[in-house]
């Protein structure tokens, strides 16, 4: 596996791949490397030539008092983890190299990153879009793997490649989980063992909103409030958002009429975590 810093030498790369009529995969992350991430490169591995994984901890997609420096940063792991898989590429920029001194050009991300995460995350997506735009330059990938586990991300990604005629495919894929149903998240590590029952409550809430949507149940007001009161039970501390939507445009809805979305952000102690399910008419 190639380990490249530069990002002259990953575009060189990239480009000699193409030019050589080969497909190249992309699969964007920030380390910290668990089998969700290891899942979207192995859909890379399976449908593209070469695979590149890019790993870096973007400051601009975090706030000030979110935990960009105490995020889990565990590089030597992540990359004999890519290596084993088979990666062709690993990127792994400096922050420096992408956010020089005097960077200042930053993409204003769409519609859809206004409301749920764009309100408790005020300029996340903003960091987000671009940086995934740097990368498409840097990388000029066929195809762009993201999780549905962030799923206004990726719809906020879609809406931008769409958008800016960015000519790039990008592939959602499923959200692993653990046994118990759990989200994988790099977050999770932060979570006591007191508190992972809590954090199970995302999990049993979304399925209590599809139990309740299966036996007919069409107001969103009726779902989120199910959800909001399994949260409780379930030992939330705090909910940020615990809401049925549109799962195209992620506008609000009164009755679930075509598919929508369940999505909820909540804190277990000081972690916040997130998870979805969409709800399927
Ligand atoms: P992150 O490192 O958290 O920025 O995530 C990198 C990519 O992995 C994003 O496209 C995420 O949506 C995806 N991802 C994160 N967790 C999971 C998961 N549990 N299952 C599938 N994909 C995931």
Redesign the pocket.
């Known amino acids: 596996m190639k380990v490249i810093e530069c990002p002259q030498i990953a575009l060189e790369t990239v480009q000699r791949w193409r030019h050589q009529g080969l497909t190249v995969g992309l ?6 490397l ?1 089998p ?2 290891l ?2 490169v192995e859909q890379s591995m399976a449908h593209c030539d070469k695979t590149v994984a890019t790993i870096f901890v973007n400051p601009t997609q975090f706030g000030p008092n979110e935990d960009f420096s105490r995020y889990p940063r565990t590089l030597e792991q992540d990359l004999s983890g890519l290596d084993a898989l088979k990666v062709d590429m690993a990127f792994v920029p400096l922050p420096d190299t992408l956010y020089p001194a005097g960077y200042s050009t930053y993409v204003e991300p769409p519609e859809v990153a206004h409301p749920l995460e764009g309100v408790h995350r005020p300029g996340h997506f903003r960091g987000v879009a671009t940086i995934v735009l740097k990368l498409f330059q840097i990388l000029p990938v066929s195809v762009a ?6 799923f206004q ?2 719809a906020v990604i879609r809406r931008m490649v769409q958008d800016l005629n960015v000519p790039v495919r990008v592939q959602g ?5 653990e046994p118990d149903g759990l ?4 977050r999770n590590r932060y979570l006591s063992a007191q508190q992972r029952p809590a954090a199970l409550s995302l999990w049993t809430a979304l399925q209590t909103a599809e139990r309740l949507f299966v036996q007919g149940v069409r107001s969103a007001e009726a779902l989120e409030l199910a959800m909001t009161n399994v949260l409780i039970e379930g030992g939330a501390d705090s909910i940020d958002y615990a809401r049925v939507v549109d799962a195209y445009s992620l506008a609000d809805i009164d009755t679930v009429e075509k598919t929508a979305v369940a999505l909820i952000a909540a804190r277990i102690g000081p972690t916040r975590l997130i998870d979805n399910l969409l709800l399927e008419v």
Do not use: E, I, N, W
Request: with cysteine.
């Open positions: 699969v964007p992350t920030m380390g910290a668990h969700g991430h899942s979207l793997y993201f999780g549905q586990k962030d991300q990726l894929c499923p959200t692993l989980r989200a994988m998240s790099s």
